[in-house]
């Protein structure tokens, strides 16, 4: 199975699907994860928030032990919570992932919130910087932000970070967004790309069921393809192994216009629990 990549903006290359974890934890996010990787994933996404770091790190230890995979095949993904915003405390909170991954680097770290009322999310971005020099993380980069947030997070830092995960669905599509990322040279990651975490229309459910049936895979697959064809990286969980395999096999046919016309008329407006100008998780 061929799984295309993309090269950041600071010259690493990223698969273009991803593997999340929210949700996953103790033996069942080892389980999970390991599976994954020998399903075939090799971009793996956690958060100190989703208290699975212990679980997420060692499973791709003991895959590399097993020589399933090697330790630079494998993009690990964490991400600073907002407990943890402002230089020092990301600092600290760097090291405490490392400690809890029990690995030497994190080869993505990412701001999981702005959280713009603490206006603190320049200061901790400098503090990534600082520990990308000192090889703690590789690439660094944010979750969330709006494209004002963006522009000024580049402005102060002189640093353009090299993803911004955000929350995309045909509901949800941020095509203005999504433009503002490929301006600026940021690849878009896509959280809950199936609309998980609050669901997705009838509507939605309805078209995406009729384009699956017409290319002959699966509702997922239908929506998944949705995104990479646009060039998003879509970061999908299951702890399910066929269900994994199945989600990775989204790169073996293509949508056509009149799908994306569909999938044109489903956009609406964000969630409130999710705006990141007011969302707060500490």
Known sequence: MSIPSYRLNDGYEIPGIGFGTAGLLEEDGYRAVRSAIDVGYRMIDTAMRYGNEVPVGRAIRDAVAAGDVTRDEITLISKLPGRDHGYDAARASIEGSLERLGLERID?????????????????????????????????????????????????????????????????????????????????????????LHGIGDDTKEVFTGIAEEHGVGFGQAMLRWHTQQGTVPVVKSGNPDRQRENLDVFGFDLTDADFERAATLAKPVHPDWDPETHEEF
Request: net charge negative; with cysteine; aromatic share 8%.
């Open 108 to 196: 993505m770290y990412l701001i999981h919130w702005p959280l713009p009322r603490l206006n603190e999310y320049v200061n901790s971005f400098k503090a990534m910087i600082d520990a990308r020099a000192d090889g703690q993380i590789g690439s660094v980069g944010v979750c969330n932000f709006t494209p004002d947030y963006l522009r000024r997070l580049i402005a102060e830092t002189g640093v353009t970070p090299a993803v911004n995960q955000i929350q995309v669905t045909p509901d949800l599509p941020r095509s203005d967004w999504r433009e503002v990322h490929a301006e600026l040279g940021i690849v878009t990651e896509a959280w809950s790309p199936l609309g998980g």
